[in-house]
């Protein structure tokens, strides 16, 4: 995958000097005043030799457009402009190879960038940013204002009027070169100094990285006021990156341990360069990922953009042939035939290597590896699997009485006609109708269904409109669940009760009232016959219908912490539910008949089929799957992590460790709907969110994140789960026309669909839970 193309000792040290490397040449400062030309296809062929500085060059750096390729080279004394092709055929005519000043005196020259159409040239030099002409000698802006050395600056690629500038104050400004002034100026990102600013055409945004490996992912919009994307930290990403690579090929303690005992160093954002996108087929639709690369002291790192997550790390260690240990400086430029040209300066020796890298092998790292977790199962239950348990019903028993005559019916039918003894007399006989007319029976009443939907529309887009608003005099919403045909939802709160409401959330609701302390989780299960919630009480119960009174109740003293998840499970076989560090399944039978002498005793059954603790941690958050057989089951616990629980094994699948920055709060799994079809790879996605964390999907086929949302309310259609833009995600259903929205100061809010791809709600209160509804 890596290539050593040149090695090329320098008489000193570039360590921290600008390098210049395009498509077809490299430039290496060589004598302190000269540059050597190599052509990157033709490296055995004799270098370009360009003189004209009198003083040691400090910075280099090569034109955007192909033809005519010019480079620009800056010392102390001049900023001059070279044409490589002009150069090159005056050597060939054996005449000396000449550049044009553009510059002189700016001082001691840091970094030096093209605009897209090569016209102009941004040139660092202390706390001053020059904008020449790349044509003659003319400086047309002077910029100020940074209180710090600069590091960068970079033209914005689709707007050449627009100048982005880092520096060692730990801030960027956005400049308006028309203007003259700043459009744009950065809080403190960091306590670490900004190296390097990368533009994003397709996506619009911009990164900039600092000394300690903290990036940040800005907007762009047309209005240029930035806006905070994402954050990203190259040793968390590393570690995270470690432990999935080892987790593969050894047991996860083992993992861990290896990932613990390595030395950390430092690692700045040197260098970032975009790679490019690629087109990969997901759910039947052509999706483009785009990646970017960043050089670092130790090696190449390859971040893919949708997941903040890192494709592949390329260490100079695992090269043993490269000349290369420690990185100093880094120029990168991505080729035509999907290769990736890169030229390197050493740290701590007078050595510049020139390297290639295949772009196609990233994608094909990036579809190895991975657990090949499916939620569908491969292979019917074990014979010993806590699934294959079952409920043993008694069979009524009825004591015979005794004594051998038994009081029987004198009559086989169940009513008795009396004999008329007691009835007036008939006066009239029987006498034939010969004229009845045939009674017309009345037309069968057509049940009007309202919204619902038998399929929903493919055409239709992500609810957006407020539809209907309710407030539930100031109490909290903790959990929200529609019923599986969409017409019933289940509305849990912090009062300690539990509200039945229709779907469009009209009328009174009906009200279970039984728990002591606030509802934390609600579940229907898949007959919609009866359903549970779940409170801080340490208690569950399973509810009916016909009965305000629970069929059900599981607690008094049996659990030690309160319920964090409960659900239904297996096609309605057993009921799940985590406390504490451990997973609970339970066989149950609810039995709605009562004795009516004995009413307090209930014939319901309930019983544990198996108990599960998958680590130490307490359990944050739970999913399964109800609407069809599976064996895995998803947790997330307090220390950050995210555990794939095969219940089939009845042992942990896989750990995910930090898949968040904090503790993850909701996860959820695409269910299925009784209303769409989606492509069974689809049911293999789930999503987390954690608070400030934003929302991340993942795929259980390979174990990554696939996409990552932050700081924007969004509606995935591919796990069909809504995210709000506080962090706070609860719950999902179906992938259906309406979403309803609960917050912590007790409002009910219903979305319908419109031609917007955004939720539009009131960010005053925090969102507390969500769920897709079919309406």
């Known amino acids: 995958m890596i290539k050593e193309k040149l090695s090329f000792t320098c008489d000193v040290l570039l360590s921290h000097q600008q390098l210049a490397c395009c498509d077809c040449y490299c430039g290496i400062p060589h004598q302190g005043n000269n540059v050597l030309i190599y052509s990157n296809k033709e ?45 090159q055929k005056r050597q060939e005519e054996g005449k000396r190879a000449a550049g044009t000043v553009i510059g ?67 801030t960027f400004k956005v400049w308006d070169l028309k203007a003259g002034a700043v459009f744009y100026q950065s809080f403190v990102l960091g306590g670490s100094s900004l190296l390097s600013v990368l533009f994003l055409e397709e996506e619009e945004q911009l990164i900039t990285g600092s000394t300690d490996g903290q990036m940040w992912c800005f907007s762009f919009d047309d209005d240029y006021k930035c806006h905070l994307v994402k954050k990203m930290d190259l040793q968390k990403m590393e570690k995270r990156y470690e432990m999935r690579q080892d987790t593969l090929s050894q047991p996860q303690d083992v993992a861990e341990q290896l990932v613990a005992n390595k030395v950390e160093i430092s690692k700045p954002v040197i ?34 953009l949708a997941t903040s997550e890192l494709l592949m790390v390329l260490y100079f260690k695992d090269n043993p042939t490269l000349n290369m240990t420690m990185a100093g400086s880094w120029s990168i430029c991505v080729g035509s035939d999907k290769s990736m040209i890169v030229l390197v300066s050493s740290l701590f020796t007078p050595c510049v290597v020139l390297l290639e890298l295949c772009l196609s092998n990233l994608r094909r790292t990036r579809e190895e590896g991975g657990s090949g977790f499916s939620v569908f199962p491969s292979s019917p239950p074990l014979l010993e699997s806590p699934l294959n348990a079952e409920l043993k019903r008694k069979e009524p028993s009825h004591p015979k009485k005794k004594g051998a005559i038994k009081e029987k019916p004198l009559v086989f039918h169940s009513k008795v006609k009396s004999s008329g003894y007691n009835t007036t007399p008939r006066m009239t006989m029987f006498s034939a109708q010969t004229n009845a007319q045939k009674k017309t029976s009345p037309k069968k009443s057509i049940k009007h269904l309202g919204l ?50 229709n779907s469009c959330l009209t009328g009174s609701p009906t009200a279970y009232i039984g728990h002591d302390k606030p509802v934390t989780s609600v579940s229907w299960s898949l007959c919609r016959q009866w359903w549970l919630s779940a409170a801080e009480d340490l208690s569950l119960r399973i509810w009916t219908k016909s009965s305000s009174e629970p069929a059900i109740i599981l607690g008094d003293t049996m659990f030690s912490k309160p319920i964090r998840g409960a659900q239904f499970y297996y096609l309605d076989k057993f009921l799940v539910l985590t406390s504490g560090p451990s997973i609970y399944l339970y066989l149950y039978n609810v039995d709605l008949t009562r004795d009516d002498v004995k009413r307090y005793k209930q014939r319901s059954i309930i019983k544990l089929a198996s108990c599960l603790t998958p680590s130490a941690s307490d359990i944050t958050a739970l999913s399964a799957v109800n609407d069809f057989l599976s064996d895995i089951v998803l947790v997330s616990c307090s220390d950050r992590s995210i555990q794939v629980l095969d219940m089939n094994k009845g042992a942990v699948g896989s750990v995910l ?47 990554r994140c696939v996409r990552r949302y932050e700081n924007h309310v969004n509606l995935c259609h591919a796990c069909s789960s809504a995210i709000s833009p506080c962090g706070r995600f609860i719950a999902s259903g179906s992938e259906d026309k309406c979403l309803l929205t609960g917050t912590l100061d007790g409002k009910l809010q219903l979305f319908q669909s419109s031609t917007g791809s955004h939720l539009s709600h009131d960010t005053s209160a925090a969102v507390l839970c969500i769920s897709n509804v079919t309406a």
């Open 43 to 87: 490296i055995q062929r004799k270098p370009l030799l360009l003189t004209g500085h009198h003083g040691d060059i400090s910075a280099m750096t090569f034109g955007k457009r192909s033809s005519p390729v010019t480079l620009c080279s800056a010392s102390s004394e001049y900023i001059i402009i070279w044409d490589i092709q002009a150069c």
């Open 657 to 703: 460790p930090d898949a968040h920055s904090r503790a993850i709060h909701c996860i959820t799994q695409n269910k299925g709907s009784t209303f769409t079809s989606q492509a069974p790879e689809s049911y293999n996605l789930f999503v987390t969110s954690a608070v400030t964390d934003g929302v991340k999907m993942w795929d259980l086929r390979t174990m």
């Open 104 to 170: 002189t005196l700016l001082g001691n020259v840091v970094h030096l960038s093209f605009c897209s159409d090569d016209e102009l040239v941004a040139v660092c030099s202390g706390t001053t940013i020059y904008v020449l002409n790349s044509k003659r000698q003319e400086v047309i802006y002077t910029l100020n204002g940074h209180l710090g050395f600069l590091t960068s600056a970079e033209f914005c690629p689709w707007n050449t009027n627009i100048l982005v500038s880092t520096s060692e104050d730990r």
């Open 452 to 501: 619902l939907h038998s399929n929903y529309p493919e055409d239709s887009a992500a609810p957006t409109e407020p539809h209907t608003a309710l407030n539930i005099a100031n109490k909290q919403v903790s959990c929200l669940q529609y019923s599986g045909d969409g017409k019933k939802i289940l509305c849990g709160l912090g009062d300690r009760s539990v509200l039945l409401y």
């Open 271 to 304: 260098q970032m360069a975009s790679c490019g996108s690629f087109a990969e087929i997901q759910f039947g639709q052509e999706i483009d990922n785009s990646w970017f690369c960043v050089g670092s002291s130790n090696g190449l790192y390859v971040v893919e």
